[in-house]
């Protein structure tokens, strides 16, 4: 449609992150400003793996995440996918006093508390719109 080109409050570039999968990654969360406006990616994480572990369906587990944004009266469209890197649901780990599923977020600042270099966001933000979870023993 030539070069047309608007202004406004809509970002029409795409954030994305490249990360090679590894064994550790169970899923993946991929979704719109209405989800990421009422849940930080840690709690999405938390979220998302619940219910993947309790029904192993990764289209009931966005459908719930879409209800939950919504019961949280987000503001934006929402729309997320859940895209399952295993057959088999996440696995249930015993209780540790230390062990805990990050998001990229969240593994981000452990890696600057202990020192380390942080994997880079691609807007520079740190908000990232896919998530695996991946379990650190901390």
Sequence with gaps: CGNLVTEG???S???VWVHKVTPDDEFMVLATDGLWDVFTSQRCVEEARSKLQE???PQLCA???VASALQKNTADNVSVQVVCFGESAPPKRAPS???RNLSIDGLN???????ETPTPSPSGNG???NLSARSVET
């Design 9 to 11: 409050p809509l970002i």
């Design 13 to 15: 570039a795409p954030e």
């Design 55 to 57: 029904t192993n369906d």
């Design 63 to 65: 459908e719930y995440l």
């Design 97 to 99: 006093l230390f062990g």
């Design 109 to 115: 600042k452990l890696r600057e508390a202990l020192g």
């Design 127 to 129: 908000s990232f719109s």
